[in-house]
Antibody, heavy 125, light 107 residues
């Protein structure tokens, strides 16, 4: 079945680095944009970054720009998030998501239809 | 940047009642880029509505979406205990923006 499985989370000190991975299965990976959403403890959802289906285009939230880098390996059906210069405020559960773009009755619908279970990142001294 | 404001922050209703959740955009947006998600306590968010009106597969027909331009609504008819969750609206505009969420409590 369609599935996203994240890994790589953990406890890291401020200024440290982590690399999150997301393994996709059950669908044609190269057809989809992919991305990362995070949720700080007790807080709402925040977009982090996304990457185009080919990997040629990426964009990130201002809060992580210059520190986080998203990439993908289409041969391995995987998405990655390299997180450098981590801050306490980066503490969150990080979800891998699939973006869907459907043409329905003449309009393109953009939405996030598949979510992984998330991997927890804790930044603390 | 477009800001999505959800109201109320919390709704407390009884089983069988109707919940009406609002999502207001800071400027006019295309309906087709507006989605709603449900997040039950301790669970991953789940898509329930896309294109403002279209119910996702597997979602009960008690859930419906409406609205246009700056004002969008998620309606949950005949509330059931399993509908207890936080509901987020989300918009795509070369980035993914979320509202702050509305918590629905079932008495």
């Amino acid at each position: 079945q369609v599935q996203l499985v994240e890994s790589g989370g953990g406890l890291v000190k401020p200024g440290g680095s982590l690399r999150l991975s997301c393994a996709a299965s059950g669908f044609t990976f190269t057809d989809y944009y992919m991305g990362w959403i995070r949720q700080a403890p007790g807080k709402g959802l925040e977009w982090v970054s996304y990457i185009s289906s080919s990997g040629s285009y990426t964009d990130s939230a201002d809060s992580v720009k210059g520190r986080f880098t998203i990439s993908r390996d289409n041969a391995k059906h995987s998405v990655f998030l390299q997180m450098n210069s981590l801050r306490v405020e980066d503490t969150a559960v990080y979800y891998c998501v699939r973006e869907r773009r459907d043409l329905i009755k003449g309009y393109y619908h953009y939405y996030l239809d598949v979510w992984g279970r998330g991997t927890a990142v804790s930044v603390s001294s | 940047d477009i800001v999505l404001t959800q109201s109320p922050s919390t709704l407390s209703l009884s089983p069988g009642e109707r919940a009406t959740l609002s999502c207001r955009a800071s400027q006019s947006i295309s309906f087709s880029y507006l989605a709603w998600y449900q997040q039950r306590r301790g669970h991953t968010p789940r898509l329930i509505i896309h294109g403002a009106f279209t119910t996702a597969p597997g979602i009960p027909d008690r859930f419906s979406g409406s609205g246009s331009e700056t004002d969008f609504t998620l309606t949950i008819n005949r509330l059931e205990p399993e509908d207890s969750a936080v509901y987020y609206c989300q918009h795509y505009d070369n980035s993914w923006t979320f509202g702050q969420g509305t918590k629905v409590e079932i008495k």
